[in-house]
């Protein structure tokens, strides 16, 4: 396959079976180790803190959120994207010490989508505020939604797109979803998004999608074949937080909450070399 050409895998509506085949093919996906939470921060290295799926449980782990050069939350930290929930998250960021706090939405930030219906107590309240959408309630952080954003010489960019419908941001697997994937710039050194990909981090192993992997196939192809950047952090499927790799990236899932809304799981870091001349004064 040409490097800058992902195809849609005729599969890919059937991703245990397309996993399956992948990993005949020879695709990789093994654990990888993570920094301890106490690592020193270096001066030649960018500290990157990761959470995800906070689910307005955000105040109840401040305390247990490292220090760090950048903050990254992938999105789920509302039940219903209702403004109280934003507003809560937006003031309980304010309360974090990272210099640069960089947020996507989740299936869960209902009324964040532009275009998307919003039921019209939420429109009322937002007209109030002289606003259209929730996430321009978030006055504390970098709302990344199909957008790059570069820190420290390194390119980050955030997307929010997922295949679960009945919620924001879904698009169908398969081209809809490719259709995203193909804005994410070729020299992204970080990358967030909302669902994992295919194999990595996407077991889901509740209710309806019991014994089902939830990641995205085109997701996964664009990261390996086009992408490759060197750390793609993501949530969404909560019981499966932790980190694995494929000898070229490292796949964070970054789930706080498990599927109870508990909060048993810690933020996971990871550090990158600055880019030469560059420093973070």
């Not at 800058?4 to 005729?10: N, T």
């Not at 939470?37 to 799926?53: A, E, G, H």
């Not at 194999?199 to 490759?228: F, P, Q």
């Amino acid at each position: 396959m040409d490097g800058d050409l992902v195809e849609v895998d005729p599969l890919f509506n059937r991703p245990v079976d397309l996993w399956r085949k992948y990993v005949r093919e020879g695709r990789v996906c093994r654990s990888a180790r993570t920094l301890r939470l106490n690592t020193p921060i270096f001066p030649d290295k960018v500290r990157f803190v990761c959470i995800s799926d906070t689910h307005e449980q955000l105040g109840k782990i401040i305390h247990r959120i490292p220090d760090g050069d950048i903050l990254i939350h992938a999105g789920d930290f509302t039940d219903h994207g209702d403004l109280g929930e934003v507003a809560k998250f937006n003031s309980e960021l304010a309360k974090l010490p990272h210099k640069h706090k960089l947020v996507v939405a989740g299936n869960h930030e209902i009324g964040f989508e532009v275009g998307e219906k919003i039921e019209s107590k939420r429109s009322i309240g937002l007209k109030m505020l002289g606003m259209s959408y929730g996430f321009e309630l978030l006055s504390n952080c970098t709302y990344l939604c199909d957008k790059e954003v570069k820190i420290y010489g390194l390119k980050i960019y955030g997307a929010p797109w997922h295949p679960m419908p009945g919620y924001s941001f879904f698009r169908s697997r398969g081209q809809q979803l490719l259709n995203k994937w193909n804005q994410i710039p070729r020299d992204t050194d970080v990358l967030i998004t909302h669902t994992p990909p295919l194999g990595h981090g996407d077991y889901a192993n509740w209710r309806i999608y019991d014994g089902m992997l939830s990641g995205c196939a085109e997701l996964l192809n664009t990261v390996e074949k086009r992408v490759k950047p060197q750390y793609h952090v993501f949530g969404h499927i909560h019981d499966q937080h932790g980190a694995t790799t494929n000898g070229e990236t490292t796949f964070i899932n970054a789930s706080i909450c498990d599927h109870l809304h508990r909060c048993p799981y810690d933020p996971i870091i990871f550090d990158v070399p600055l880019p030469d001349g560059v420093t973070k004064d």
